[in-house]
Nanobody, 119 residues
Framework: QVQLVESGGGVVQAGGSLRLSCAAS????????MGWFRQAPGKEREFVAT????????YYSDSATGRFTISRSNAENTVYLQMNSLKPEDTAVYYC????????????WGQGTQVTVSS
C-alpha cells in the first residue's frame, strides 16, 4: 500500500506564492508519475500538473502554465508544486496523486490540502 501526505496549503493574498509538498511512503516502488489535481467548491476535480519520474518531464494545465512549477526530490518519493502569482480562482483543495508503472490511471491519492487565495 502507498500513502500520500500533502502539506503546505494555507491562505495567501492574490499575487502571493505557496509551495505544496507531497510525500509518498509505503511499499517499495518507483512512481511512473506523480501529479497535482485540484477541486474547487461546486466544481469537478481538474488536472493541474504532472511529472514523469524518469526524465522529469512535466506537463501543466493551461491555467497553471507559466505560474506553477512541479518538481520532485531526487532522493525521496516527494513531489512539489510551487505556485506563484496566485489568483482567487486558484482557491481549491489540492490533491497529490501517484501512478505506478503498468497502470493506466492514478492509483493513489492524498487527503488534500486547502489553498485559499484572497482578493
Amino acid at each position: 500500500q502507498v500513502q500520500l501526505v500533502e502539506s503546505g496549503g494555507g491562505v495567501v493574498q492574490a499575487g502571493g506564492s505557496l509551495r505544496l509538498s507531497c510525500a509518498a511512503s509505503g511499499r517499495t516502488f518507483t512512481p511512473e508519475r506523480m501529479g497535482w489535481f485540484r477541486q474547487a467548491p461546486g466544481k469537478e476535480r481538474e488536472f493541474v500538473a504532472t511529472i514523469i519520474w524518469r526524465g522529469s518531464v512535466t506537463y501543466y494545465s493551461d491555467s497553471a502554465t507559466g505560474r506553477f512549477t512541479i518538481s520532485r526530490s531526487n532522493a525521496e518519493n516527494t513531489v512539489y508544486l510551487q505556485m506563484n502569482s496566485l489568483k482567487p480562482e486558484d482557491t481549491a483543495v489540492y490533491y497529490c496523486a501517484l501512478r505506478l508503472y503498468g497502470n493506466s490511471a492514478y492509483s493513489y491519492w492524498g487527503q488534500g490540502t486547502q489553498v485559499t487565495v484572497s482578493s
